[in-house]
């Protein structure tokens, strides 16, 4: 019978997994259905588009010379053996957890693009009054959403103590 940490480390990875194939499904339905630079209105702030990012968060290092791609890739591969390490020593912290779990599929998503296509493919697009938010993807969506739990995770436990 499995350790009660192992069983908890095996339900965040498997969390993680979806995550993982929610974002490549996605990102397949994308590359089959528009080419680079399409745009399709969805509604009035929000669009689907077909972008494809060299660099990092906000494109940064986006025209660097090709050497980002194996730079990102192996951060991504080396934070996600980090937090598969934080998950198996505290599988019981829900919060803490599903904020790592949210982080290492959003990031193993974008690693599997660096890999496959040397770029990550972003899709969705939100704007409003002339502004445009950088497009993005479901990977990123998750990174952002665990971030946003790490902070409130730490906030609470600053608060208790």
């Known amino acids: 019978m499995p350790s009660p940490s192992r069983a908890g480390l ?5 969390i993680a997994a979806v995550i993982i194939l929610a974002d490549q499904f996605t990102k397949v339905l994308i590359l089959g259905a528009f080419q680079l630079g399409d745009v399709h209105p969805v509604t009035s702030f929000f669009n ?3 972008a494809h990012n060299y660099g990092a968060a906000f494109s940064f290092l986006h025209g660097a010379s090709g050497w980002q791609r194996w730079f990102f890739l192996a951060l991504g ?3 996600a053996a980090f937090i598969i390490y934080m998950l198996r020593r505290h599988g019981g912290q829900l919060l ?3 904020a790592l779990t949210l982080i290492l599929g959003g990031a193993l998503g974008n690693v599997i693009d660096r890999a496959i296509h040397g770029y990550v493919v972003d899709f969705i697009q939100v ?3 002339g502004w445009y938010f950088p497009a993005f993807n479901v990977a990123d969506s998750a990174i952002t959403i665990g971030a946003i739990l790490l902070i409130l995770d730490e906030l609470r436990r600053v608060r208790r103590t």
Do not use: E, I, N, Y
Not at 10 to 14: D, G, P, R, V, Y
């Open 127 to 129: 704007h409003a009054g």
């Open 77 to 79: 591969l080396g934070a």
């Open 10 to 14: 095996t339900q965040w990875l498997l």
């Open 48 to 50: 689907l588009v077909r």
């Open 96 to 98: 803490f957890c599903t």
